[in-house]
């Protein structure tokens, strides 16, 4: 277990470069600040922090098939980051998305990110820096809704979202327009998917009505599993890289549950009963190396980073 210098609220894991990368957000005198650790192991397979940067707070982090970690920040920016050896190389590439919002999550496909914004957005950044926006959400009154997830299927030429107003969206790519859409089902805010890495079709969301659904992307008009109750906003949903009905969940007021066949097979929420850890757990990651798989959790008030052995 490692405290972090700021509340916790993303974890992600490099097989490339073995290294866990943390990342923090908090409001301090009306500021959004943070940082991002990175932690890996030495020769006896000890780990522990080797670098980190302060930055503007962070909201979501992936990283790339090479060795690059992409941050989306609380003040309307994303930044590329290259890790070596443990440690970042150089200054960061800053793109500045939005001048009044935030950049809410991230997604990569080749040269190519995507990031959600608080304005209702999802932008689109090519490889020299130019931002293409589509107006992807909104509420009744058509007040932008804040995009709290969006995520590129690999495997075709979609790019998911969801958001506050509680809609899930797939859109293509070559119009940039939303080719399905769900209102009825979730809830509540849409604020996790991932598209699976096994399934060809398949992807998962999570949301704050506390629920994991899983979808066929050619038909988003019902789940194609019963939807799961986890007792807290699944604010992440993680694919088990090698296991393909296996996801792990960040719940937030739930902790952390992996899911097996439908059932959860492993929760840590501190001991608290479900619904009432008020850490709240928001980021999680597989960490699967040298044969083994665990756990990395970010839990936001308690500003810890936990690594636990499945």
Not at 1 to 12: G, Q, V
Not at 35 to 49: N, P, T
Request: aromatic share 10%; proline share 2%.
């Amino acid at each position: 277990m490692f405290t972090t210098k700021y509340c916790a609220d993303s974890a992600e894991y490099s097989d490339v470069v073995d290294c866990v990368a943390i990342g923090t957000y908090e409001l301090i005198d009306g500021v959004r600040i943070g940082d991002v650790s990175l932690y890996s192991w030495d020769e006896k397979e000890v780990l522990s922090m080797k670098d980190h940067v302060d930055c503007a707070g962070v909201f979501d982090m992936k990283w790339d098939s090479n060795n690059r970690l992409l941050i989306a920040h609380a003040d309307g920016t994303c930044s590329i980051q290259t890790i070596c050896e443990g440690a970042f190389l150089g200054e960061a590439q800053s793109v500045t998305i939005v001048e009044d919002g935030y950049c809410l999550s991230v997604s990569w496909k080749g040269n190519q990110f995507a990031t959600s914004i608080s304005n209702g957005s999802i932008a689109l950044v090519d490889a020299n820096n130019i931002v293409e926006t589509i107006e992807a959400h909104e509420y009744p009154d058509h007040s932008p809704a804040e995009v709290w997830i969006t995520a590129f299927s690999e495997k075709d030429t979609l790019l998911g979202s969801g958001a506050d107003d509680g809609i899930l969206k797939l859109w293509d790519l070559r119009t940039r327009t939303c080719v399905l859409s769900n209102r009825r089902t979730h809830q509540a805010g849409v604020c996790s998917m991932e598209f699976s890495p096994h399934q060809e079709f398949q992807f998962a969301t999570g949301s704050y009505d506390s629920c994991i659904r899983i979808w066929d992307q050619r038909n988003i008009k019902q789940p194609v599993k019963e939807e799961l109750d986890t007792g807290g906003g699944v604010w992440r949903v993680r694919w088990h890289p090698d296991e393909q009905d296996v996801l792990l969940a960040a719940c937030m007021r739930s902790g952390f549950q992996i899911v097996s066949g439908g059932e959860v097979s492993f929760c840590y929420n501190n001991g608290f009963e479900s619904g009432l850890w008020e850490s709240l757990g928001y980021g999680s990651a597989w960490v699967c190396r040298k044969g083994t798989c665990s756990i990395a959790t970010a839990s936001f008030y308690d500003k810890t980073f936990r690594l636990f052995c499945i």
